[in-house]
């Protein structure tokens, strides 16, 4: 994969969960009490003492009156920062009662910068505090933003940035911004997706594409700010239309995609992925065989070759219809050896189908009930019945209305049961959990077959894992070329 290396250096270099909380604030003279001397500053911005939410002073800002989508700020002295840490970003906005941006399209927030060692930026966030299109703002009231993100791979230095930015040049309104805070944090330990809602770290002014936190983006991706579940953003995808052999036509498989590695997950660990798509009309998916897939790989020492997955369709173009978003769920537990997971959100492209969709309200959530098994007899959950469901099926032997070693649900654990466990035995079916079916007969894994997934279970999981179309669509060159150099 393209970035092997990145998703090594992410998932070892970041301790996740046992991260520090909230260390000391990184900005330096972060409520401009020292004046202006720590800050840069471009448009309409200035020291000023009307309003202070920390001290004395603030960062007052207004816009030129000169042109569309002009910005005024402060860009603050650079502080180190590394790879894979997590921020959390916090800034307090007030809009005044005699001058409010409340009824235009002006809006006021924070970014943070992230730059390489050659002071290129490679990343940002922001977040929008006060959004003068939002009728329930309020004035003469300071509002916090609040928001975690992450350095991506390279960085050794961040700046913070308080932007104004006046989206027409005929609306005014100005704004006061203090009390910058960037400090060492950590992911949220029941739901550790950065940047889920995609309205981090979109920015053409920087020439800086990219959603933060998602370390991993591939194919046709981009950011829309007009079809979204949760405001301001969503993130855009559609088909590479790739063309393998090189003879002018596309081939099928194509994938766009966008991954978030999470360090700091455990063997045991119930994992749940919810996420919203949806295709506009416009543009559409329908009628073609593309799929919006999501997946959670869970990752050992090698990021490349996960020890388990599962996988589910959010959005069919087969079955339903454009311009109505579709709510998706997976869960999975986390196998001995995980170190981590890979949250994947993919546009699936299996013949060359046009159209595009938007991918919104990613949630990841760790703890709760585990999914329950397919298997008859399983009653680990760990997709095989052997001693250890018999060991279950007699501690629990005699009267036990609804049990689940009660199989036959007639009140009692007794030899009918045995007889059930026994027929049961050994590896559970795939039920598709694991993103596809495999056919019948001998070990196809070798062969090109129209249907998805093989028949050799271990070989069908690790060839799904580099390749989700090899269980969501079809067992093509590439599934057999994967599993000939991938499976034992």
């Given at each position: 994969m393209k970035y092997a290396s990145i998703a090594a250096a992410l998932l070892m270099a970041a301790p996740g969960l046992a991260l520090a909380q909230d260390g000391p604030n990184l900005v330096p003279n972060g409520s401009f009490e020292n004046g202006l001397g720590d800050w840069g500053t471009f448009g309409n911005a200035f020291q000023n003492n009307e309003y202070a939410s920390d001290g004395f002073f603030s960062l007052k800002m207004f816009g030129c009156f000169c042109s569309e989508f002009n910005a005024a700020g402060g860009v603050s002295t650079g502080f180190p920062a590394s790879s894979g840490q997590v921020y959390r970003v916090t800034a307090d906005v007030l809009t005044p009662g005699f001058d409010s941006i409340i009824g235009t399209s002006n809006?006021?927030?924070?970014?943070?910068?992230f730059r390489n060692a050659a002071g290129t930026p490679i990343g940002l966030a922001e977040q929008r505090v006060i959004v003068g299109a939002d009728a329930t703002e309020e004035v003469d009231v300071f509002q916090m933003g609040d928001f975690l993100c992450e350095?991506?791979?390279?960085?050794?230095?961040?700046?913070?940035?308080?932007?104004f930015l006046q989206a027409d040049p005929s609306e005014g309104g100005s704004v006061f911004l203090d009390h910058i805070v960037v400090a060492e944090s950590a992911r949220?330990?029941?739901?550790?997706?950065?940047?889920?809602?995609?309205?981090?770290?979109?920015d053409y002014s920087y020439q800086v594409l990219g959603f933060n936190g998602w370390t991993e983006q591939y194919g046709n991706v981009f950011f829309d700010d007009s079809l979204y579940k949760s405001p301001p953003f969503s993130a855009g995808m559609f088909g590479t239309f790739p063309d393998y052999d090189?003879?002018?036509?596309?081939?099928?498989?194509?994938?766009s995609g966008l991954n978030q590695l999470i360090p700091g997950i455990a063997e045991g660990d119930v994992v749940t992925l919810d996420?919203?798509?949806?295709?506009?009309?416009?543009?559409?998916?329908i009628g073609t065989a593309n799929q919006v897939l999501q997946k959670i790989e869970f990752l050992g020492t090698n990021p490349n070759l996960p020890?388990?997955?599962?996988?589910?369709?959010?959005?069919?173009?087969?079955?339903?219809a454009a311009d109505q978003w579709y709510d998706g769920r997976i869960t999975g537990v986390a196998p001995e050896g995980t170190l981590g997971i890979r949250i994947v959100a993919q546009i699936v492209q299996p013949d060359c189908g046009g159209g595009s969709v938007r991918i919104d309200d990613v949630v990841v959530t760790i703890g709760g009930e585990p999914p329950a098994s397919s298997c008859t007899g399983d009653f680990n959950d760990d997709d095989v019945v052997n001693g250890a469901d018999f060991g279950s099926l007699l501690a629990a032997w005699g009267a036990c209305a609804a049990c689940p070693e009660d199989l036959n649900d007639d009140g009692f654990v007794n030899g009918a049961d045995i007889g059930a466990l026994l027929a049961a035995w050994g590896e559970c079916p795939d039920d598709n959990g694991g993103g596809g079916g495999g056919g019948g007969g001998g070990d196809n894994c070798g062969e090109v077959h129209p249907e998805p997934g093989c028949t050799d279970p271990k070989c069908q999981k690790i060839v799904c894992a580099l390749d989700p179309v090899c269980c969501e669509i079809t067992w093509d060159e590439i599934c057999v070329q994967l599993a000939t150099n991938n499976c034992p």
């Open positions: 809006w006021a927030g924070i970014k943070i910068e350095a991506p791979f390279g960085t050794t230095t961040a700046v913070a940035v308080p932007v949220d330990a029941v739901n550790p997706i950065i940047n889920g809602g995609f309205d981090l770290g979109v090189g003879d002018g036509q596309c081939d099928p498989g194509g994938v996420m919203s798509a949806i295709t506009p009309g416009f543009d559409s998916i020890l388990d997955f599962v996988a589910g369709v959010v959005l069919d173009g087969t079955t339903d």
